[in-house]
């Protein structure tokens, strides 16, 4: 048994493409989608929980590979600079795994790093520009 | 206002109160109770002074009764943290040698106005560099505007200023590159036009897609619901008729002293509102003036909203001096009796048309959750609850201490008599 965080990167010829459809039905992986978005240019990405019998894992993670998805291991961390934090709660509402939380009576807000999935909902949504990427 | 007072009073809390003519109502129970602000700054300046926060107070009330609690605070403070787009900095730069009449000026890239006195400019929190992309790429990131530039400015960082005039008899000089800090140039006033909204819209996006808004970022179909308050904790909310709060009124700002200027522009006191008399939409605001070489950094933050545009974050807190029970009575407000309408930002709000999803408390609001036509939608606050908090603790240390003192408006804001209608703007074919 295989349980791993990924990021897939599509290329816009492959957005329209059942791929995740493929990775259940053919190679019999458990996935849970933690982000994924297309951009302007139609290239897409993925962020996913990938997680199957370790056979079953790597053909699938080949099947990725040869029909041309990129594969990266979900990497970086998200830093959250308190000086920088305003104290809002915008990102709380956004982050979908309660790593960021607006604690209450207190209404401040509090980062758990080992929560955070590095999906990166919160980076744009706040105003202060207080929390970023590391690598 | 009498009119206005009296619904108010029939309604609402007339058997707890006096009326601002003194007279005893029919409950009676209580002994009037009237303090000045004279009164008050002695037993400020003696140090016996009795301040307590706007949250604070609540409790108080509960516990001792309206008239006890008039008879021993002095003084409530309030206090609000949030994005205000309405604000900017007029600054001096000193004359440069030889001389030039700035026509076009630049901090850090950001343009400032310069079409008042030769060295003098202004510069507006939402201002962005000509070289910003803005919405070109969609959403935009507003990582560097006037908000950011005040910020910057205000602790201390050398900032770039580019100017440029046309040349005068008296101004020859065309052109200047320099860098200035703070404590070079001889003024820097922070003049916001306007601040501290009372009371303010939900946005809710109705759309299906994700909307960039000066509300944030509002996920499709009712994914979340934001709002800009301190609710129990805001100046106008504590004050709904501004019997205290008026020209003149000595404040918190941006972590330095700061005056009310004046009535904010959009100023709307005449709306509806509820039985405690509180407005159940935007209504009064605030302009607000003070020195910005006493401010800190801490309480004017730059700030970028996505696909929307840069601003400034504003530190305001507010004295409320308790004359009587009536105003007391105002400053026990409670997140619970706060009321704020749901807008849709998606269609409603951008094409100007009235927009009334319902009303949520602001208590609602600060759970997390709140009821939208039905679903459950979780809040997305944009004002910093705790950072209020923190300002109406740090003002009542000011006033507690003995350092600041209450001064008397010299001229009250328009109140609900005044008769003020909000206009828009309509288009029109020629100027006839």
Redesign the interface.
């Known amino acids: 048994m295989i349980a791993n965080k990924v990021v897939l990167r599509f290329a816009s010829s492959l957005v329209g493409q059942p791929i995740i459809y493929h990775l259940v039905k053919e190679y019999d992986l458990v996935i849970n989608i933690l982000k994924a978005d297309i951009n ?1 240019h139609q290239e897409g990405y993925v962020v996913l929980e990938l997680s199957g019998d370790s056979e079953n894992y790597n053909r699938g993670l080949k099947y990725l590979r040869d029909i041309g998805v990129e594969i990266e291991p979900l990497s970086g961390t998200i830093a959250w600079n308190r000086d920088r934090c ?5 990102c709380t ?2 982050c979908p795994v309660g790593a960021l939380q ?1 604690a ?1 009576p ?4 509090r980062f758990d790093e080992s929560k955070c999935i590095v999906c990166k909902s919160c980076l ?2 706040c ?3 207080a929390v970023e990427v590391r690598f | 206002m009498q009119l206005c007072e009296n619904l108010f009073f029939q309604k609402g809390f007339n058997f707890l109160l006096f009326t601002d003519t003194g007279q005893e109502n029919r409950g009676g129970a209580f002994m009037a109770i009237e303090k000045t602000y004279e009164e008050i700054n002695a037993r400020i300046k003696k140090g016996e002074a009795v301040v307590v926060t706007a949250e604070e107070i609540i409790g108080i009330v509960a516990e001792k009764g309206v008239e006890q609690a008039a008879r021993e605070v002095d003084v409530v403070t309030t206090g609000t943290f949030g994005t205000m787009c309405s604000s900017g900095v007029f600054l001096n730069f000193g004359h440069t040698k030889p001389r030039i009449k700035m026509n076009r000026v630049y901090l850090n890239g950001v343009p400032a106005y310069g079409g008042i006195a030769a060295v003098d400019a202004y510069l507006g929190a939402t201002a962005l560099p000509e070289s910003d992309p803005e919405n070109r790429v969609y959403p935009g990131r507003f990582l560097y505007g006037g908000g950011h530039v005040i910020e910057d400015l205000v602790a201390g960082k050398p900032v770039k200023l580019e100017a440029t005039g046309y040349g005068t008899d008296c101004y020859p000089r065309r052109r200047i590159e320099t860098w200035i800090t703070l404590a070079d140039i001889n003024d820097a006033i922070l003049f916001n036009p306007r601040n501290a909204y009372q009371n303010y819209s939900v946005a809710v996006n109705l759309s299906n897609r994700t909307i960039y808004t000066y509300m944030g970022v509002l996920k499709p179909n009712l994914g979340n619901a934001s709002f800009s308050t301190s609710g129990q904790l805001s100046p106008l909310l504590n004050d709904p008729y501004y019997k205290t709060i008026g020209v003149g009124t000595r404040i918190f700002l941006g972590g330095g002293i700061g005056y009310v200027a004046w009535h904010g522009t959009q100023h709307n006191p005449c709306v509806p509102r509820g039985e405690n008399g509180v407005p159940l939409t935007g209504a009064g605001t605030l302009a607000l003036i003070g020195d910005l070489k006493q401010m800190k950094p801490e309480w004017l933050r730059g700030t970028s909203f996505i696909g929307y545009g840069a601003s400034l974050a504003v530190g305001v807190g507010i004295p409320i001096p308790i004359l009587n029970e009536e105003i007391l009575l105002y400053t026990a407000v409670k997140d619970e009796d706060l009321y704020a309408p749901i807008q849709d930002y998606s269609s409603d709000y951008p094409n100007r048309e009235a927009s009334n999803l319902g009303r949520v408390s602001y208590a609602e609001l600060r759970s997390g959750k709140i009821t939208v036509m039905g679903r459950e939608v979780p809040t997305t606050p944009l004002s910093s609850y705790q950072k209020a908090r923190e300002i109406a603790e740090i003002l009542k240390g000011w006033i507690k201490s003995g350092s600041f003192l209450l001064t008397e408006p010299v001229q009250p804001l328009p109140s609900v008599d005044s008769g003020i209608v909000l206009k828009g703007l309509e288009e029109k074919k020629n100027n006839g």
Do not use: H, K, Y
């Open positions: 302007p305003l104290q809002c709660g915008a509402s956004f607006l209450r207190e209404m401040e807000v744009d949504v105003m202060a520009r």
